[in-house]
């Protein structure tokens, strides 16, 4: 029968890549004698002080040696403010020097410089995770260095909450390596096409939306291209882009496999139009997320709904990709809202039911499985809900009066 003390050291180092450090330090060293040999070899700890109390912050940095680090995670947002000052003025960020993750929160520029000089010297970096103010308006050297590393062959994934001017002014290096790009801002369609120009292996794009200005440029750009080939996930968070410029952006990555796009705009909402570039632009597309919103400039009427909907309930929506879909509004709003389920947004309004306009194409044998495990933030007019509560309340009473009525 295996036991902690005839398991092999390397297995035991696969289980410990499940465990969080404090509990590989604070823990195991203290179930048996064996453990405690372990876990002094061990060398691929993941340090995370996104939300950390100071003196464990202090105990886990003294207690593991820089060198069997491998993912550091520093932030300067509440609940952990002044975090990255602190570290980098007690620990020397040069012995880290096995790091191949590094994700950096609401870092200052000063510091993140000293960070970047230093990770541009190791070549084991695979993810880099930077958030800054979007009100930084970072110098030229430090765009220098972000782009430096942007160049790493080992970088695989990219994370960068920017300023937008900043991202405009990164240098994209020629055959990059990232697989995985995440931007939070939005960026001109040349940064786009260059991007996508230079990172022959990359896989996943998120965007808050891409920027157009120029049409003719863009249109231009689009009938000289064949297209990317590489790109197999596409998001954009707040789409701005009117239907006939997404159906061009989307043409340039025809081996889309999941597509999410938020946004606003009337046309957005032709379901017909979506089937139509699918079907003959996104061959491969078998994941379609969506979440849009539509001013009708008048309060929402139920023929509207149903107009609406009907592009939704086709033989290619409903059985060929099994893409359910919902439309609500609430009364005395001209506010409609489209959306695929389950819903890919992370925050909602609620509505009381009575107060609320809907339809949906999802089969009713399965709406009771549908989940929100991507909302991430409700909010809730409390007037209305207490409205809708009197409201329940005065139903009730009238039905029970009737009730004692008719039978009496």
Same mark, same amino acid.
């Given at each position: ?22 509990? /590989?330090? *604070?823990?195991?060293? !203290? ?7 372990v876990t002094n070899n061990y060398n691929r700890y993941e340090l995370n002080f996104k939300s950390i109390f100071k003196y464990k912050f202090h105990q886990l940095c003294r207690g593991i040696h820089p060198k069997n680090v491998i993912s550091l995670t520093l932030s300067d947002e509440s609940p952990t403010p002044g975090q990255i000052g602190l570290f980098l003025s007690l620990y020397n960020i040069e012995k880290y020097t096995q790091l191949r993750s590094v994700t950096l929160i609401s870092i200052e520029e000063s510091y993140l410089n000293i960070i970047l000089e230093h990770l541009s010297t190791t070549c084991l970096l695979a993810s880099l995770v930077i958030h800054c103010d979007l009100n930084s308006n970072l110098n030229n050297e430090t765009i220098r260095l972000i782009s430096f590393v942007i160049g790493k062959n080992t970088l695989r994934k990219l994370?960068?909450? =920017? ?6 002014? =990164? ?9 995985? =790009?995440?931007? &939070? ?14 990172? #022959? ?13 120029? /049409? ?10 064949? &297209? ?11 789409? +701005? @882009? ?37 079907? /003959? ?8 997320? *969506? ?10 009427? $139920? ?7 009907? #592009? ?12 359910? %879909? ?12 489209? !959306?695929?389920? #389950?819903?890919? %947004?992370?925050?909602?309004? *609620?509505? #009381?039911?009575?107060?609320? /306009? ?14 929100? +495990? ?6 809730? +007019? @409390? ?11 005065? $139903?009730?009473?009238? $039905?029970?009066? !009737?009730?004692?009525? *008719?039978?009496?």
């Amino acid at each position: 029968m295996p036991s902690l003390d005839t398991l092999p050291v390397e297995l035991l180092h696969r289980i410990f890549d499940s465990l969080d450090a404090e509990t /590989i330090l *604070f823990s195991l060293p !203290y179930v048996c004698k064996r453990l405690n040999s372990v876990t002094n070899n061990y060398n691929r700890y993941e340090l995370n002080f996104k939300s950390i109390f100071k003196y464990k912050f202090h105990q886990l940095c003294r207690g593991i040696h820089p060198k069997n680090v491998i993912s550091l995670t520093l932030s300067d947002e509440s609940p952990t403010p002044g975090q990255i000052g602190l570290f980098l003025s007690l620990y020397n960020i040069e012995k880290y020097t096995q790091l191949r993750s590094v994700t950096l929160i609401s870092i200052e520029e000063s510091y993140l410089n000293i960070i970047l000089e230093h990770l541009s010297t190791t070549c084991l970096l695979a993810s880099l995770v930077i958030h800054c103010d979007l009100n930084s308006n970072l110098n030229n050297e430090t765009i220098r260095l972000i782009s430096f590393v942007i160049g790493k062959n080992t970088l695989r994934k990219l994370d960068l909450t =920017l300023e937008y001017e900043t991202i405009d002014k =990164l240098e994209w290096p020629a055959e990059c390596s990232i697989q995985y =790009l995440r931007i &939070s801002d939005s960026i001109q369609f040349n940064k786009f096409y260059t991007i996508l120009r230079c990172s #022959p292996h990359l896989k996943t794009m998120i965007l808050q939306d891409c920027i157009i200005n120029n /049409i003719d440029e863009f249109n231009s750009i689009i009938s000289n291209i064949i &297209s990317f080939q590489q790109l197999t996930s596409f998001t954009l968070e707040d789409c +701005d @882009l009117n239907m006939t410029m997404i159906e061009s952006l989307l043409s340039l990555i025809p081996s889309l496999v999941h597509l999410t796009v938020k946004g606003t705009g009337g046309d957005l909402f032709d379901g017909t139009r979506w089937e139509r570039l699918f079907e /003959i632009k996104l061959p491969n597309l078998n994941k379609f997320e *969506f979440a849009f919103q539509r001013n009708m400039g008048i309060n929402c009427d $139920v023929a509207d709904f149903d107009s609406l909907m009907a #592009p939704f309930e086709t033989k290619f929506w409903l059985e060929n990709k099994h893409w359910f %879909v919902s439309i609500i509004g609430v009364k005395n709003s001209p506010f409609l809202n489209l !959306y695929s389920i #389950p819903d890919c %947004v992370s925050k909602i309004s *609620f509505h #009381p039911k009575a107060n609320k /306009i809907s339809r949906s194409t999802v089969p009713m044998a399965i709406r009771n499985f549908i989940t929100m +495990d991507n909302i991430r933030e409700l909010s809730l +007019d @409390l007037i209305e809900m207490q409205a809708d509560m009197i409201g329940q309340v005065e $139903v009730n009473q009238i $039905v029970i009066t !009737y009730f004692i009525a *008719f039978f009496s």
